[in-house]
């Protein structure tokens, strides 16, 4: 199933010895393969450094009614990765040309071969592997609504001027115009691509690495 991220911010965060150890803030995307490698969570007090990164592949469970994510992370492992990320084989909290943080890819326009069609709103993801699906596209500012653009047809990430290039022409992007039922608006949407299957979007309710900067 596709969910966009926006939904999870501030997602309450929970370890496998059943602990609450804070509150979703943010996912790091490697570009490179589409695909959400970390969560950032914030933490409570109980770790100074107030921030810890978990790799998606600890994700054990998604209560999409509870709005909780619980992993397979004891308390202290996440106190283990807060003051040492490399002890859980995660990069430093730091730029990459690779890791970028999926808040900050939100108003980055999007370059297709012969011109601007919007700026990115949301990124889709399954909640099994957590690969980005489609890059919800904001396209007021030419054809009006929103695009989902799929992920593989990114050329290339420009962080100096927080474009993202893809590798159609507008004209065909506009076969990747939404249904009325948005799938960040409502609660189930058949989404069509250029030669792409139909796939279902089910969206929830409700709502450092480098930001493009």
């Known amino acids: 199933m596709l969910r966009r991220l926006r939904d999870l911010h501030a997602w309450t965060v929970e370890t496998c010895d059943d602990r609450v150890v804070g509150h979703v803030d943010d996912f790091y995307l490697d570009h490179r393969r589409w695909i959400a490698r970390f969560l950032v969570v914030k933490t ?70 012969d011109g601007r069609i919007g700026s990115v709103e949301d990124l889709l993801a399954d909640d099994d592997h957590w690969r980005i699906q489609y890059l919800a596209v904001d396209t007021s500012q030419w054809i009006g609504g929103s695009v989902l653009v799929p992920s593989e047809w990114t050329q290339r990430v420009d962080s100096q001027t927080r474009m993202l290039h893809v590798d159609r022409l507008r004209e065909d992007l506009k076969s990747c115009l939404a249904t009325r039922r948005s799938p960040w608006r409502g609660d189930q949407a058949c989404v069509v691509t250029r030669n792409h299957d139909a796939s279902k979007v089910n969206a929830s309710a409700g709502s450092s690495a480098s930001r493009f900067n």
């Open 44 to 113: 409570t007090s109980w770790v100074p450094q107030r921030k810890a990164l978990i790799p998606t592949l600890k994700i054990d469970g998604i209560d999409w009614d509870g709005a909780r994510i619980v992993t397979s992370m004891t308390r202290e492992d996440v106190r283990k990765a807060a003051s040492n990320p490399s002890w859980i084989d995660t990069p430093m909290v730091e730029p990459t040309s690779w890791l970028h943080s999926v808040q900050g890819t939100r108003g980055c326009q999007i370059q297709a071969l």
